[in-house]
């Protein structure tokens, strides 16, 4: 099995910056992927940032140019860098993979979620 686990939330002034990051561990052989979503309260999950084939990057159109979605080759780990803070940009942000494990079985895992929230 593999667990998911986010940090770096928390409460910022609109126009600040946060850096969420998000650790992939257990019995893994392989992170397939690893993106970024949020769930604002009482609204639906979205994506908000994924990395793509080729190291190529993907954004919801709400937070392109302010955030910007990393993860170093190969490793387990990838960072959400916010930036320009918006009051809408409040909600959980949760951390998604497709891993494989060591029982050759590959399964989509969620963190529990880091909340962010933008005050004026």
């Known amino acids: 099995q593999a667990q998911l686990t986010e940090s770096g939330g928390g409460f910022v002034h609109d126009g600040g910056s946060l850096r969420l990051a998000c650790a992939a561990y257990g019995d893994i052989v392989n992170v397939e992927t690893m993106d970024w979503y949020r769930q604002a309260h009482g609204g639906e999950r979205e994506s908000v940032a994924g990395l793509i084939s080729g190291g190529h990057t993907d954004y919801a159109r709400s937070v392109k140019q302010r955030f910007a979605i990393s993860r170093e080759h190969g490793s387990r780990m990838i960072y959400l860098n916010m930036n320009n803070l918006k009051l809408d940009d409040t909600a959980t942000y949760y951390c998604?993979?497709?891993?494989?494990?060591?029982?050759?079985?590959?399964?989509?895992?969620w963190g529990p979620g880091t909340e962010v929230t933008v005050f004026a």
């Open positions: 998604y993979a497709r891993i494989l494990t060591d029982d050759l079985k590959t399964n989509d895992y």
